[in-house]
């Protein structure tokens, strides 16, 4: 249980040192008047947070049932988001909720797009290719019940 943690938050601080990266690019290469700069690497972020969290998928769903490392995985993003939102713009020298309300939610809401989107398409190629947990127990479960000889019918 105890690794099963360790697992879970180093998830976690890897997702959110994507994000501290991405923030100290943003304030060291760019100025603030350059938006469009940022939105890129915003973009560039989100985007290795989703393929990051689809190979994290793939990976734990063919080896534990969906249930077990979905929860580990909701876990990790949820203290993901909160030092994400919170903790991360402090460390640039900026107030989490200093550009408002709607940009703080629309924050959360695009990071839960982001890495749903992305434990969904790992989960669904492990599906797809029958690499998942539950596809391999199903065909196990099917050769045994081939494997077996017919019993012989009594009269």
């Known amino acids: 249980m105890r690794q099963r943690w360790r697992v879970t938050g180093a998830l976690a601080g890897a997702l959110f040192a994507v994000n501290v990266v991405a923030r100290v690019i943003i304030r060291v290469g760019f100025d603030d008047a350059d938006t469009t700069a940022a939105d ?11 393929v990051g969290l689809a190979a994290v998928a793939f990976d734990w769903s063919r ?53 749903g989107i992305g434990v969904l398409l790992g989960y669904l190629l492990a599906v797809a290719l029958g690499l998942d947990h539950r596809s391999k127990a199903l065909k196990r479960y099917a050769e045994s019940k081939a494997a077996k000889p017919h019993r012989s019918v009594r009269r």
């Open 40 to 50: 890129r690497v915003s973009l560039g972020m989100f985007v290795v947070i989703g």
């Open 63 to 115: 080896r534990r049932p969906a249930a077990e490392w979905g929860a580990d995985i909701a876990a990790a993003v949820g203290v993901a988001l909160a030092l994400t939102v919170l903790v991360g713009p402090l460390l640039v020298g900026k107030n989490p909720f200093g550009d408002g309300a709607g940009t703080f939610f629309a924050q959360i809401w695009l990071y839960f797009a982001v890495t």
